[in-house]
């Protein structure tokens, strides 16, 4: 009998930490470390990917992602001999997505053309913005002809090329971000993951906004204006919005993010890496020590790098589709719900549809593009149901 998962497939997670500096918006599991003992975090990686293979035995993987931290700081050698061990204890396949994510600042030709002979076949650069005041602004090490660089070895090394933006920056206007959109448009792009700036808690930008600081942040009208002309722009371009914060050609969609929004299973590899396993007809949340010092340790003593693992009530599934899966344009497959039946004559169901936020039929449920910016409230909302 086929398992949940199944419909939406199995991806890896690599996570490797390091930064060559911290930027001040970031609340990723990041660190700046002057050197890296690449021998042990080979072992590790390694040691991680047996362990798991041991408890996944015979499955297809889908998808495998390097995140970070930045992951195109790693030596060609370290990729290489984890993709030959992945390759060696999983089936790949056949249109298996491999992305690693990539600053301009560590953009080398040689060392791409390393990763790509390695395996690698889709690359996520960190572009932020294309304004050179906004990058030193946003803590960035690179200019903008650095990106327009960086961008062109990895076209001419990738098949499969993705960048990031953000906007809603400081003193940003709605006129400044569309111009922006429309030069990162015209380079014809397959992907675009264009984010919104929020303050978070713990990060630089977080600490400075607490003391009054970070001044000229736009309003909420702003921003949503912002995002408006966000999804306008970049259906015009034929890169429309197949989730919250992610654009795409058809076809170009992320195979790997995919694999979280349908709720299918991913392992997760490297300090605070999550995941979502199967095992033996039973969904288990897994997570990974957080500092690499205790992750690397954890794995050395322990033989596994987990901090936890704890299995996921029905209830709890429930929901997390529903949260994951509303983020996509098509929204959830209605027979993955539980009680499906009886959330459609809910009457929060019955309030969002007529306001035209949600749009459901005998197959589906989704958020409309008026919902969209209100996902969170719709999400509220329907979890009360």
Excluded at 45 to 56: A, K, P, V
Excluded at 338 to 349: A, I, K, N
Aim: glycine share 8%; aromatic share 8%.
């Amino acid at each position: 009998m086929k398992e949940d998962w199944q419909n939406a497939g199995f991806g890896l997670y690599l996570h490797w930490p390091f930064c060559l500096a911290k930027c001040p918006y970031c609340d990723f599991n990041s660190h700046v470390s002057k050197t890296v003992d690449d021998d042990a975090w080979e072992h590790a990686f390694l040691s991680e990917i047996d362990r798991l293979g041991r408890e996944t035995p015979g499955r297809v993987l889908n998808s495998i992602f390097f995140g970070g931290g930045t992951p195109s700081l790693m030596p060609v050698r370290l990729v290489d001999r984890i993709l030959t061990r992945i390759r060696e204890t999983w089936h790949l396949s056949n249109d298996c997505e491999i992305t690693l994510e990539a600053n301009p600042t560590s953009i080398e030709a040689d060392k791409f053309r390393g990763f790509r002979d390695a395996g690698v076949n889709r690359v996520s650069v960190g572009i932020q913005a294309l304004n050179n005041d906004d990058l030193r602004r946003l803590g960035r090490m690179h200019s903008v002809s650095e990106a327009m660089a960086a961008l062109d070895i990895a076209r001419e090394t990738f098949s499969r090329v993705s960048f990031d933006l953000i906007y809603a920056r400081q003193d940003q206007t709605l006129s400044a971000w569309q111009s922006e959109l429309k030069q990162a448009l015209d380079l014809e792009p397959d992907h675009l993951s264009l984010y919104q700036l929020t303050i978070e808690d713990g990060t630089a930008f977080g600490d400075r906004f607490a003391k009054g600081g970070l001044r000229g942040l736009p309003s909420e009208d702003l921003s949503a204006d912002m995002y408006f002309a966000t999804q306008e722009i970049c259906d015009h371009k034929g890169l429309p919005a197949y989730e919250v914060s992610n654009h795409a050609r058809p076809g170009a969609e992320s195979r790997h993010n995919m694999i979280y929004w349908n709720y299918g299973d991913y392992a997760g590899i490297g300090p605070g890496a999550h995941g979502r396993l199967t095992l033996n007809g039973e969904k288990y949340a897994t997570e990974t020590h957080l500092m690499p010092k205790s992750w690397l340790s954890s794995v050395s003593q322990n033989q596994t790098g987990e901090s936890l693992r704890e299995k996921i009530s029905l209830q709890d599934q429930y929901v997390e589709r529903l949260l994951m899966g509303l983020r996509l344009s098509d929204g959830v497959e209605l027979r993955r719900l539980s009680s499906s039946s009886d959330l459609l004559v809910s009457p929060q169901v019955t309030e969002l549809r007529e306001n035209g936020l949600i749009f459901t039929d005998e197959n589906r449920i989704r958020v409309t593009p008026t919902g969209r910016p209100l996902l969170n409230a719709i999400l509220r909302k329907l979890l009360e149901a």
